[in-house]
């Protein structure tokens, strides 16, 4: 596309008239419908030192996004109209579509009213953070979610398997004496999801895949015809449990960094198009709960900053993935499992779109952020794509400073 002409925060026609409107010159850029996360954390209610939906929503809009969908495991749990009303309610520079518990209270043990909640907004169902442990509740939720038409993403993580683990063989793990994580704690956790999705035919969507092992069984599950689908996050593409410099706190995540042969299969099934979907995970945590070291640190990082950088970096420019595909999997693949309005840039609509500076090198600074946390594993980085403006809803939600 030579140009595009927006009037009023509505996309024209090309060949609509042009007389009063601000000429931003684009050479070099690109253009997309804005970008898609299945999986933020805002933190709202109940942490907000960490990240509020104010803050969440400006660090997205930073970071090139226009829609996400927050998770549950807030306080209170979001298993509720009210909780859902207040995630919809606000006038923010995204566009919220929020999750809602599988289970009651996020215990596991009762499923969520799916019905009631799907009716009053919830886009999917989820308990993040804590795997459906009871097979019963799950396939109850998993046939109730399949009638209205809403998929469930699961934290595919065994507890009985991942104990009290917090860390993949390493060295590091090795010289601090830390609690592994095994591989299995998320492979037999996705084995029970897929034999679950063949019984229902309910849509699942794996939560921030990390293990090769967990890879195979969607590709497995995908070559039988099941609506099974993955998140690849930005940090289990790009790095390795061998990355983890010492003992901080901002390399801990759940499920925790693999092996180097866990993120190639990883890229590589985002490159057969096995994985369809990025989603950041973005995981919000005060300075002074990050700063307790490795053992005693919450899990999480942040990513609505650096999604776009890192995953071009590891896809495009590492992978050689088309552009056209990276863009599907953070705007047209999220989009169609959400059963929302697919993205686009036709005439007509609201503009809702981000363009990208692809070449212009940045350092990964996170107190330069939006996000109100800085547990960020990208820390001085040097990537090269950026959100450079978004628009959401038809208005400026993100402008850089060298972009005026
Ligand atoms: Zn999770």
Redesign the pocket.
Known sequence: MSHLIIRNGVIQPPDAATEGLTLWEGRGLLVTPGFWDTHVHFRDPGNPGAETRQTGSLAAAAGGFTHVVTMPNTTPPGDSIAWLQEQLCEDLPVSIHPSACISVGRQGQVVADIETLAKHGASCFTD??SFVGHDAVMREAMLRAGLVDRPVFD?AVMPSLAKDGVIRACEVATDLQLPIFPAEAEIEAIERDVRLCRETGCTVVI??ISTAGGVDLVRQARAEGLPVYAEASPHHLSLAAEDIPGDDGNWRM?PPLGTHHDCESIRKAVLEGVISLFAT?HAPHTFESKAKGFLKAPFGVIGLETAIGVTWKVMVEGEGMSVMDWVSCWTLHPARILRQCLPSLEPGQLADLVVIDPKTPWVVKPETFKSRSRNCPFAGQTLHARAVLTLSKGQVTWRAGNYR
Do not use: A, L, R
């Open positions: 993040d953070g934290h939560q921030h759940n995970d």
